[in-house]
C-alpha cells in the first residue's frame, strides 16, 4: 500500500513509520497516488495566528471574539477541550472557560495570513475555490508530471510549508470529489491528513449521520428526519424518483451524495450569492436613532463591498435579533437592482418601520442578495423619488472623496448615532 | 336549511365566493362560505377579512337556516357537476354535515358554524353613487398594470379612485404607479360622486370587482367611506376596505412640458419591441429607442448574448434622440391602446415620458427612462 511520511515527504511502501526520518506521521491509502480533489482547512485559523504573534498566548484558552456580548469567532484547541465551540455567545463561552483570554479579531493580520497561503496553493494548482479566509477546495487533477510528485505529496509539503514558514498548521481532505474531501479535512483535526478512497467511499458513508451532508443543518436533518432519515444508510435505501417527489430538487443531490457522488468542480470563482453585514451590540437597544445610526453604518458596508466587487443586488434583506435570541428576518425584492447605500438604508428602513416591533434587539444586520453586475443596477429611476438622483450622486462624490482621502473623511451625520 | 338551486346559479354564486377566500389560512372558518336561506334567496357570504362579498341566487327554500362550508371544496363539486343538474343543498345539524345532491351524485361536507363567521362590519358610506359598468370596467382595466408589488411602499399596491379636475372639468380618476410607470384614466363623474374621498383601492379587490363588471350597460352601485368601498349588482356586492395610506401626489411627475412628440401604431410597436427585447439575458431588458426624421430604431445590445435591431416608420420631427426603457413597460402601455396610434411625447433621455392615445387626454401613462 502507498504510504507517506508528512515530516520528511519520503514515499515508501506500507509501515506506520517512515523507514527515513522514524517518526509516525504517516499516512498510508491504496488510492494515495490517485486521488486528487483535496480540502485544506486551517487549524482555529484566528486563533493560531494570534498564538503566532503573541507566544505568551500559547499555552492559554484563547478566544477570538468581539468584546463581551458578541459571539465566539473562533476558540484555540484548548478552549474547544473546555468545551467553547464557534458562533457561541461570549458570556457562555465564558461560563465555560472562565479563565479564557479574550481577543478582539484583528481582521487584516488573518487576511495576511490567508494571502500567504493562498500563495502557497497557488504554486499547486491554478484551481482553487477558496471557502473563507482560512479553508479552500483544491483541484490537483493532471499536476502530477508538471510537479514530479503525486497530488498527495504536494499537499504534505503545502501543510509543512505552512507550519515551517508561516507557523500555521492546517488538515487536509483528500478523496475523488468536494463532498467527501470536505468529510475527509474534518476527520483528523487538528493537523491532519485524511483519505477517503473510491472502493471504501459506500461503506465509509453508510453508517454516518446525514448531517454530515454540507447544508443539511437542523431543520434539514428534522425534515429528513420525518421521512425515516437519519444515516446515509437510511438514505441508500430510498429510490431517485421517491427522494425527487418527496426533496424537490435537493432529493436528486441526496440520491447521489448518498453513492458518494458529487460532480461539482472545483471553480475558481464561485458565483457570490449575497452581501451582508451585521453587528451585535454593546447592550440591548430599542432606541431608534440608535438603531438607526446602526442600520446605516451596516447598509454603507454592504454598498462598499457590492462597490468593490462591481456588484448589485436585487432582494435587500434586514436581520434583527431580539434580546430573546429571536431572529426576525424581512426581505423586499427591488424592481432596479441597486448598490447604493442611500437605497440600500431606506428599503431596510421601510421593511423596519413596517416591522413595528419595539425590540430591544441585540443584533441588527443588511443584505443584498440575488446579486447582479453593476451593469445592470441603479438605472431606472423613481418617479415619485426625484431627489434619489441627487442623494446617489452625493454618494457617487463621498465614495471618491473617501478613496482618496480615507474612510472618516467624509460621514453622514446619522453614521455618528 | 334545506334548499335547492339550478346548478349555473348556483355556480356563479359560488366561484366569485371562492376565489375571494385565501388559499392559505390559519384561521380555519375563512376558508368557509357562509350559506344563508331565507324566503325564496339563498345568499352566500366569503371573506378574508378586507374584502367581503355577497352573493344572491333565487333558490326553492324548504327550510330556512345557515351554514358554513369550504369555499374550495363546494366550488369544486359544482364545477363538475353537470350543466342544467338541480342541486340540493341539505344542512344536518347534528352531525355538522352539509349535504350535497345531485341526481345521482350526492356529498357530505364538513361544516362549521354560521355564528363563527366574521360579517364585516357594516359602515357609513358618505357617497354613494352609481355607474356604468364598461366605464369602470375602463378606468380600472388601464390602470392596474401600474399597480406595484413593492410591499414596503404599501400605499402603491392600488387603484386611487378619486375625482380630480380634467381638462373637460371634474372627472372620475383612477391612478397606478409604481414609481417606474403611471397610468392616470379619466371618466367623466357619475353624479352624486362630487363629494367622493379620494381612496386607494387594493389590488386584490381590483380583480375580484373587475368580475362584476363582464356584462356591459350594467349600472354598478358604488359607495365610498374614508375606508371603505363597495360595488354592487343586484345580485353580488362586494365591499373592501381600502388600503390605509396616503397616495403620493402624481401631479407632480407626469410631465407638462415635454415636445419631441412621436407618433407610432401602437401594435406595429409592441411587436417590435418584443422582437427585439428576445436576445436581452437581463431580467430587466432594456430597450434602446433611437430617433430621427420619421425614423425609429430599436435595438437591444446584451454583450453576452447577442444584440438586435429593428426599424419602423415612425412621424417624428424633431431633434435626434436616444432614449432607453425596460421593455416590459413599454409593451405594456403599448397594448393599453386600441383605436388610434400610439402618442410618445419626449423630453430628454433622463426625464420621464408621456403616451396617450392619440389626442385622448383622458388616459395617459408616464414610464420612466432606463440607462443603456
New interface residues.
Given amino acids: 500500500m502507498p504510504a507517506l511520511c508528512r515530516d520528511c515527504l519520503t514515499e515508501f511502501d506500507q509501515g506506520t513509520r517512515c523507514p527515513a526520518c522514524r517518526r509516525p506521521r504517516v499516512v498510508q491509502h491504496d488510492e494515495l497516488w490517485d486521488l486528487s480533489i483535496a480540502h485544506m482547512d486551517c487549524d482555529a485559523f484566528y486563533a493560531s495566528v494570534e498564538k503566532r504573534d503573541n507566544p505568551e498566548l500559547a499555552d492559554k484558552p484563547v478566544i477570538i471574539g468581539g468584546g463581551r456580548r458578541g459571539v465566539v469567532s473562533t476558540a484555540c484547541y484548548i478552549a474547544r477541550i473546555r468545551g467553547v465551540r464557534s458562533a457561541m455567545p461570549m458570556f457562555q463561552a465564558l461560563k465555560l472557560c472562565p479563565d479564557a483570554v479574550i481577543v478582539k479579531p484583528r481582521m487584516q493580520a488573518y487576511v495576511d495570513a490567508s494571502r500567504a497561503i493562498r500563495a502557497m496553493m497557488e504554486e499547486l494548482t491554478p484551481s482553487i475555490e477558496p471557502l473563507s479566509l482560512d479553508e479552500a477546495f483544491l483541484d490537483l487533477t493532471g499536476t502530477a508530471r508538471l510537479h514530479g510528485a503525486p497530488p498527495a505529496v504536494m499537499l504534505a509539503r503545502l501543510v509543512k510549508r505552512m507550519k515551517d514558514e508561516l507557523g500555521l498548521t492546517g488538515s487536509i481532505g483528500l478523496s475523488h470529489n468536494k463532498f467527501l474531501a470536505k468529510i475527509a479535512s474534518d476527520l483528523d483535526k487538528p493537523h491532519g491528513f485524511s483519505v477517503i478512497g473510491v472502493a471504501e467511499t459506500e461503506a465509509f458513508l453508510r453508517p454516518k449521520p446525514v448531517r454530515l451532508i454540507w447544508g443539511v443543518g437542523a431543520a434539514g436533518q428534522a425534515q429528513l428526519e420525518r421521512a425515516g432519515i437519519r444515516t446515509f444508510d437510511d438514505l441508500l435505501r430510498w429510490d431517485r424518483q421517491d427522494l425527487a417527489a418527496r426533496f424537490g430538487s435537493m432529493g436528486d443531490r441526496l440520491w447521489h451524495l448518498a453513492r458518494g457522488q458529487d460532480h461539482r468542480r472545483v471553480t475558481r470563482n464561485a458565483p457570490m450569492k449575497s452581501i451582508s453585514n451585521e453587528t451585535t451590540f454593546h447592550d440591548d437597544t430599542s432606541d431608534p436613532d440608535i438603531l438607526d445610526g446602526h442600520l446605516w453604518r451596516m447598509c454603507e458596508k454592504v454598498a462598499d463591498r457590492a462597490k468593490a466587487k462591481g456588484l448589485a443586488g436585487?432582494v435587500v434583506v434586514l436581520k434583527l435579533k431580539r434580546a430573546d435570541f429571536t431572529l426576525i428576518t424581512r426581505r423586499?425584492?427591488?424592481?432596479?437592482a441597486t448598490q447604493m447605500a442611500d437605497r440600500l438604508y431606506r428599503?431596510t428602513r421601510?421593511?423596519f418601520e413596517?416591522l413595528a416591533d419595539p425590540g430591544p434587539y441585540r443584533l441588527l444586520g443588511a443584505a443584498l442578495a440575488d446579486l447582479?453586475p453593476e451593469e445592470?443596477a441603479d438605472?431606472?429611476?423613481?418617479?415619485?423619488?426625484?431627489q434619489a438622483e441627487a442623494r446617489a450622486g452625493a454618494e457617487r462624490a463621498t465614495d471618491a472623496i473617501r478613496a482618496r482621502f480615507g474612510e472618516d473623511a467624509i460621514l453622514k451625520g446619522r453614521a455618528l448615532r | 336549511m334545506k334548499i335547492s338551486i339550478e346548478r349555473g346559479a348556483l355556480l356563479r354564486a359560488v366561484s366569485q365566493a371562492q376565489s375571494v377566500v385565501e388559499r392559505r389560512n390559519t384561521i380555519p372558518i375563512l376558508a368557509n362560505v357562509l350559506i344563508e336561506a331565507e324566503g325564496d334567496t339563498v345568499t352566500f357570504r366569503a371573506t378574508d377579512l378586507d374584502i367581503e362579498v355577497l352573493d344572491k341566487a333565487p333558490a326553492q327554500v324548504e327550510r330556512a337556516g345557515g351554514t358554513t362550508v369550504s369555499a374550495v371544496t363546494l366550488h369544486e363539486i359544482v364545477r363538475k357537476l353537470p350543466d342544467g343538474a338541480l342541486v340540493t343543498l341539505a344542512e344536518d345539524s347534528a352531525a355538522g354535515r352539509l349535504n350535497v345532491t345531485a341526481g345521482r351524485s350526492s356529498f357530505n361536507l364538513a361544516t362549521l358554524p354560521k355564528e363563527d363567521f366574521p360579517v364585516m362590519a357594516s359602515s357609513e358610506y358618505a357617497c354613494n353613487f352609481s355607474a356604468k359598468s364598461d366605464v369602470l370596467r375602463r378606468l380600472f382595466d388601464k390602470s392596474k398594470f401600474a399597480i406595484s408589488t413593492?410591499?414596503?411602499?404599501?400605499y402603491?399596491n392600488g387603484v386611487y379612485m378619486h375625482v380630480a379636475d380634467a381638462d373637460g372639468g371634474k372627472a372620475l380618476r383612477c391612478v397606478a404607479?409604481?414609481?417606474?410607470?403611471?397610468a392616470r384614466i379619466d371618466a367623466e363623474l357619475p353624479s352624486g360622486a362630487e363629494d367622493m374621498p379620494g381612496v386607494i383601492v387594493p389590488r386584490k379587490t381590483v380583480g375580484e370587482m373587475r368580475k362584476l363588471l363582464d356584462d356591459d350597460d350594467m349600472e354598478i352601485a358604488v359607495s365610498v367611506s374614508e375606508t371603505k368601498v363597495r360595488f354592487a349588482t343586484p345580485d353580488i356586492t362586494l365591499t373592501s376596505k381600502v388600503i390605509d395610506g396616503t397616495f403620493?401626489d402624481?401631479t407632480?411627475?407626469i410631465p407638462q412640458g415635454n415636445t419631441r412628440k412621436l407618433e407610432v401604431d401602437a401594435s406595429e410597436f409592441a411587436k417590435a419591441v418584443d422582437r427585439v427585447a428576445t436576445v436581452s439575458s437581463?431580467?430587466?431588458r432594456?430597450v434602446k429607442l433611437n430617433l430621427d426624421e420619421d425614423r425609429l430604431v430599436l435595438s437591444v445590445n446584451a454583450p453576452d448574448s447577442g444584440a438586435a435591431e429593428e426599424e419602423l416608420a415612425v412621424a417624428y420631427g424633431d431633434d435626434a434622440l436616444e432614449i432607453?426603457f425596460?421593455a416590459k413597460y413599454l409593451l405594456e402601455i403599448a397594448s393599453q391602446v386600441d383605436r388610434e396610434n400610439a402618442v410618445f411625447m419626449f423630453n430628454s433621455s433622463?426625464d420621464?415620458t408621456l403616451m396617450r392615445e392619440g389626442n385622448d387626454t383622458s388616459a395617459v401613462y408616464?414610464v420612466?427612462?432606463?440607462?443603456?
Fill in positions: 436585487r423586499t425584492s427591488l424592481p432596479d428599503t421601510a421593511l413596517q447582479v445592470q438605472r431606472a429611476p423613481d418617479l415619485l423619488d426625484p | 413593492e410591499e414596503t411602499r404599501y402603491l404607479t409604481d414609481g417606474h410607470r403611471l403620493p402624481y407632480r411627475v437581463e431580467r430587466s432594456a432607453g425596460n433622463g420621464p408616464v420612466m427612462p432606463m440607462r443603456v
